[in-house]
């Protein structure tokens, strides 16, 4: 089995000071993954286990998680969705030369062009605008596109401005509905992973 911390050791993740720019500012402005590491841990686990080939992040902030999560799998296809935000707060947005990279609205019909174009994707990561009409209409526009699994950033989030994931996810139908989820002690607010799929078993079975 991979020994996923020491190969996570060098990924700069959610730390104090992400912590105190989002107190402070309300944005991280940080140029880290802005994931918990034990439950990007586990994500990257269940990765593992359930064979994931191709992987779709919407909201890339700085590209740290797609990037790490590339050179981990060495996906067949990666795919990128972003607005650009994190360059608007003067950081750098990084990605594999060969990521599939659209800068513009995961909402918008130029999306829905694109996403056609990439067909099956194994892994959709959600994690861009979290108000919950936003993350509703990321939901359903990407689940009518080829897929095994749609995930979703902060559903078990107990911040207020993240509070439309947690609500989403509340009301994603089941059974097939998996979170990673574990403390975070530099923060006061929990995060989450949650990992939904209209007809496969999210969850990990031992042998």
Known sequence: MRDF?????????????A???RVQRGVP???????????????????EAKRIRSYLEIGVWTGRLLST??????????????????????LSISLPPECAFLRGDSLGPEYQTWRSA???VDLVLIDGDHRYEAVRRDFEANRGHPHRFLAFH???????????VR???????GPHKLELVRPLPV???RMGIGIWSATEDPRVVAP
């Open 5 to 17: 911390a020491a190969e996570l050791a060098d990924t700069p993740c959610w730390n104090r000071e």
């Open 19 to 21: 912590e105190h720019n």
């Open 29 to 47: 402005d940080v140029d880290i993954a802005l994931q918990n590491r034990a439950e990007l841990l586990l994500l990257c686990q269940w990765i």
């Open 69 to 90: 999560l590339h050179r981990l799998f060495r996906f067949d296809r990666v795919a990128a969705c972003d607005l650009g935000w994190a360059e608007d707060r003067g």
């Open 118 to 120: 990439l067909g099956h």
């Open 154 to 164: 902060d559903v078990a989030t107990t911040h207020p401005g993240d509070a439309g």
């Open 167 to 173: 609500r989403l996810w509340q009301e994603l139908p």
């Open 187 to 189: 923060s006061r607010w």
